[in-house]
């Protein structure tokens, strides 16, 4: 599909955006894996008036990513662990460059939601919240969203024949704790 075609589909539904104040978002997977896709469809929804988001790990060169967030209103950016060494054992890359390009983007005043997506005994830790907690504060205190980790694919997962995540499902009063050491640092924070 060309951008032209996913924009004629996007545009179905623009009386809907505009109506809810939502708009479309670029997700993935990674959709810096697809800049150019990626980069026009964004420019056409923008220029057809619809409210365009960008949903990323900024695990990219910064030449790529710039070029996307000029038509992007508002950025989703996840991150998954503040420790270099652990994120590259947990997704196989480091954060360095991902860091490096939150930062760019806060400098240079782009709009940007920080994403945690929780997950108990990998990302909970007291240290890489606190470490979170303080790249917040250094960004600017954009706000964040916890996404904490749920059970409801499990049945999915069970009826396609594989086994659930390993996972277990937080219970609310630590999710609040999370959520009110992570509001320590004068952001605003979300459970979604």
């Not at 997700?27 to 220029?47: I, M, N, T, V, Y």
């Not at 205190?141 to 396609?160: F, M, Q, S």
Request: charged share 20%; net charge negative; proline share 5%.
């Amino acid at each position: 599909m060309s951008p032209e075609e996913a924009t004629e589909i996007v545009k179905r539904d623009a009386v809907f955006y505009r109506n809810s104040g939502g708009g479309v978002t670029v997700s993935g997977g990674e959709a810096l894996h697809q800049p150019g896709f990626a980069a026009e469809l964004l420019k056409q929804c923008q220029a057809a008036g619809i409210h365009t988001v960008l949903d990323t790990a900024g695990h990219a060169p910064w030449e790529t990513l710039v070029e996307i967030l000029r038509y992007v209103d508002l950025t989703l950016y996840d991150l998954k662990h503040m420790d270099p060494a652990e994120h590259y054992r947990l997704t196989g890359v480091d954060n360095v460059l991902i860091l490096k390009n939150a930062r760019l983007m806060a400098k240079k005043g782009i709009p940007m939601v920080i994403r945690l997506p929780l997950i108990a005994g990998i990302n909970d830790s007291e240290i890489n919240l606190r470490m979170l907690r303080d790249f917040i504060i250094e960004v600017g205190r954009p706000k964040v969203e916890i996404l904490a980790y749920h059970n409801l694919g499990d049945a999915k997962y069970l009826a396609l024949g594989f086994e659930p995540l390993p996972f277990s499902q937080y219970q609310k009063a630590v999710v609040r704790y999370i959520k009110e050491l992570l509001s320590a640092s004068g952001a605003e924070v979300q459970i979604l």
